[in-house]
């Protein structure tokens, strides 16, 4: 299990924009892939964007081309910069780790994440 702490949540209009973070401390996430994932009132938990081992990125459709996930090796952290903001983006957001490996043939692959941080608010009013 890694520790993950997420900050950067708060309350903010629609149109608007923010950045959560997310950090651990004694882990190096060069050996990750991270995640941020959010729970809404009503629906289930859904993975918002994704960053690979080798920095390939991906979105959840409603989502792309407001959003960008990006991760910070020599410091440790992962970001999720949030534009544009709407008021279904309101959730709980958390960051969620999965150990990295390596396919037979080289390709970089992700396993399934077996770590959560404790989540960060996030509120967007109309």
């Known amino acids: 299990q890694v520790p993950l702490v997420e900050s950067g949540g708060r309350s903010v209009q629609a149109g608007g924009s923010l950045r959560l973070s997310c950090t651990a401390s004694?882990?190096?996430?060069?050996?990750?892939?991270m995640a941020w994932e959010r729970q809404t009132s009503g629906k289930e938990r859904e993975t918002v964007a994704h960053?690979?081992?080798?920095?390939?990125?991906s979105y959840l459709d409603s989502v792309k081309g407001r959003f960008t996930i990006t991760k910070d090796n020599a410091d440790n952290y992962v970001y999720l910069q949030m534009d544009s903001v709407k008021p279904d983006d309101t959730g709980m957001y958390y960051c969620?780790?999965?150990?990295?490996?390596?396919?037979?043939?080289?390709?970089?692959?992700?396993?399934?994440?077996?770590?959560w941080g404790q989540g960060t608010q996030v509120t967007v009013s109309s």
């Open positions: 969620a780790a999965g150990r990295a490996v390596q396919a037979p043939d080289g390709t970089p692959n992700c396993l399934p994440a077996t770590s």
């Open positions: 004694g882990y190096t996430f060069t050996d990750y892939c």
């Open positions: 960053i690979g081992s080798d920095g390939q990125t």
